[in-house]
């Protein structure tokens, strides 16, 4: 396993008090730092190439004109004077993780901060200045030979950036599961993609209190079945752990045992169809004991290491969710 970042990315202080807190590095670094074999590399920054592959060129040099300042870029969207390399940084990381998944046909993780989902082509939003996934799933289409890159996003929000980018082509299916209605209030389940990416957006949202169940149910019904026939070459996940019962900022009920099953399955897939290629890119989770123990969980599961136990019964309100998104997608996939 190679785990990229780097301490540089602490600099992002986004101020007194606000969730997305440098500590969440340093408990996410602590976490990977007694695997075994493990390979450690710094990160580097995204390029402006890289970059414009998914953002708009005007919103790249207004970022990087902010370089060394303070600014809010939106209500809870704030930059200091480290910011904006930290987001480079975090964008580049993204990039050499899914580059070493790639040639090295193996699992790759990238520590990186700020977070990315919820960045818009042209527009900061959520904690996050550049959509770090979509650079990542942009690079791999351009210049590693792949044809068709998964993106499985289990942030408790959903990662509406990474969906609008990618929403109207083949190339890339995105599938997320979040807590809905909550912030950004996009991802239901009707939300499909659009022209010709019309199938390739699956969101399962799910209402507050659903946990482990649930999304091992929506995994098996819905998520690995469209994966299976999508026959994707890399599998990136965007992992927010702040679907934890303990997370502060939502109202989910997923364990670190549920994270397991999840990564576990998304391992599945990669064997099948992509040679093990599997990235994992640090998105939310906010609970600094919570977000160590569901990253250790997912890259133990991904590694072979943890034994994956039985998921409990889904609700009923989680099979209905599940049965919805089945319904939106029977026209697309074999469900």
């Given at each position: 396993?190679?785990?990229?970042?780097?301490?540089?990315?602490?600099?992002?202080?986004?101020?007194?008090?606000?969730?997305?807190?440098?500590?969440?590095?340093?408990?996410?670094?602590?976490?990977?730092?007694?695997?075994?074999?493990?390979?450690?590399?710094?990160?580097?920054?995204?390029?402006?190439?890289?970059?414009?592959?998914?953002?708009?060129?005007?919103?790249?040099?207004?970022?990087?004109?902010?370089?060394?300042?303070?600014?809010?870029?939106?209500?809870?969207?704030?930059?200091?004077?480290?910011?904006?390399?930290?987001?480079?940084?975090?964008?580049?990381?993204?990039?050499?993780?899914?580059?070493?998944?790639?040639?090295?046909?193996?699992?790759?993780?990238a520590l990186g901060r700020p977070p990315g989902?919820?960045?818009?082509?042209?527009?900061?939003?959520?904690?996050?200045?550049?959509?770090?996934?979509?650079?990542?799933?942009?690079?791999?289409?351009?210049?590693?030979?792949?044809?068709?890159?998964?993106?499985?996003?289990?942030?408790?929000?959903?990662?509406?950036?990474?969906?609008?980018?990618?929403?109207?082509?083949?190339?890339?299916?995105?599938?997320?599961?979040?807590?809905?209605?909550?912030?950004?209030?996009?991802?239901?389940?009707?939300?499909?993609?659009?022209?010709?990416?019309?199938?390739?957006?699956?969101?399962?949202?799910?209402?507050?209190?659903?946990?482990?169940g649930d999304y091992a149910h929506a995994f098996?019904?819905?998520?690995?079945?469209?994966?299976?026939?999508?026959?994707?070459?890399?599998?990136?996940?965007?992992?927010?752990?702040?679907?934890?019962?303990?997370?502060?900022?939502?109202?989910?009920?997923?364990?670190?045992?549920?994270?397991?099953?999840?990564?576990?399955?998304?391992?599945?897939?990669?064997?099948?169809?992509?040679?093990?290629?599997?990235?994992?890119?640090?998105?939310?989770?906010?609970?600094?004991?919570?977000?160590?123990?569901?990253?250790?969980?997912?890259?133990?599961?991904?590694?072979?290491?943890?034994?994956?136990?039985?998921?409990?019964?889904?609700?009923?309100?989680?099979?209905?969710?599940?049965?919805?998104?089945?319904?939106?997608?029977?026209?697309?996939?074999?469900?």
């Amino acid at each position: 396993m190679l785990i990229v970042s780097s301490k540089k990315m602490l600099a992002h202080d986004p101020g007194a008090g606000h969730a997305e807190s440098p500590e969440r590095l340093r408990v996410a670094v602590g976490a990977l730092e007694g695997v075994r074999d493990a390979r450690w590399a710094e990160a580097r920054p995204a390029t402006l190439e890289e970059l414009a592959r998914v953002h708009d060129a005007d919103y790249i040099a207004t970022i990087l004109s902010l370089q060394g300042l303070s600014a809010a870029l939106d209500e809870d969207t704030f930059v200091s004077a480290g910011s904006v390399d930290s987001a480079l940084l975090s964008a580049g990381a993204s990039i050499e993780a899914a580059s070493s998944a790639v040639v090295g046909n193996g699992l790759a993780v990238a520590l990186g901060r700020p977070p990315g989902h919820h960045a818009e082509r042209a527009a900061a939003m959520g904690f996050c200045i550049f959509n770090n996934v979509a650079v990542a799933a942009a690079h791999a289409l351009a210049e590693l030979a792949c044809e068709r890159v998964l993106i499985v996003d289990w942030d408790v929000h959903h990662g509406n950036g990474t969906q609008h980018i990618f929403e109207d082509r083949r190339e890339v299916l995105f599938m997320s599961l979040h807590e809905f209605p909550l912030y950004p209030g996009t991802g239901g389940a009707r939300e499909v993609g659009r022209g010709a990416g019309a199938g390739f957006t699956v969101n399962v949202p799910f209402a507050a209190g659903h946990g482990d169940g649930d999304y091992a149910h929506a995994f098996e019904e819905v998520i690995v079945k469209i994966a299976d026939q999508f026959r994707p070459d890399l599998v990136l996940i965007s992992a927010g752990f702040d679907g934890h019962e303990a997370d502060p900022l939502a109202g989910m009920q997923l364990t670190e045992c549920g994270y397991a099953f999840m990564a576990d399955a998304l391992l599945g897939v990669a064997k099948r169809h992509a040679q093990g290629r599997i990235a994992v890119i640090l998105e939310g989770g906010y609970d600094l004991q919570a977000l160590p123990l569901s990253l250790r969980a997912t890259t133990d599961a991904l590694l072979g290491t943890r034994a994956i136990e039985a998921m409990p019964a889904p609700s009923e309100s989680g099979r209905a969710a599940v049965r919805e998104v089945r319904a939106a997608h029977a026209q697309y996939w074999s469900l």
